[in-house]
């Protein structure tokens, strides 16, 4: 079993940053990947980035890319989100995911790919 806890997230206004983490513990793979996925009430799950954990390769949802950044920290089993010049659109429930990665085919972009999920951090812009 793998568990993932998210912390960070908050109120802040247009402009201004937040640093998301997320810590795993359990069960260990090999080979997978870790994302960021955001859910606005209402409206379907979207992926923000993901991070293959073997090579640090890194993708981005369009919306975010160039304002947030991904990393992780082997050691501590951690995956971040920095998240800057935030606006109003960013406001969302954000989720931390981590998937078994067997091919390199996968493409970590999509949710379907995740097996274990965080309960979710609140993150809201304000205007």
Request: net charge neutral; aromatic share 12%.
């Amino acid at each position: 079993q793998v568990q993932l806890v998210e912390s960070g997230g908050g109120l802040v206004q247009a402009g201004g940053s937040l640093r998301l983490s997320c810590a795993s513990s359990g069960r260990t793979f090999l080979n997978y990947h870790m994302g960021w996925f955001r859910q606005t009430s209402g409206q379907e799950r979207e992926f923000v980035a993901a991070i293959i954990w073997a090579t640090s390769a890194t993708y981005y949802g369009d919306s975010v890319q160039g304002r947030f950044t991904i990393s992780r920290d082997s050691a501590k089993k951690t995956v971040y989100l920095q998240m800057d010049n935030l606006n109003p659109e960013d406001t969302a429930v954000y989720f931390c995911a981590l998937g078994p990665r067997r091919s390199i085919v996968v493409d970590p972009r999509a949710a379907g790919e995740y097996q274990f999920w965080g309960q979710g951090t609140q993150v809201t812009v304000s205007s």
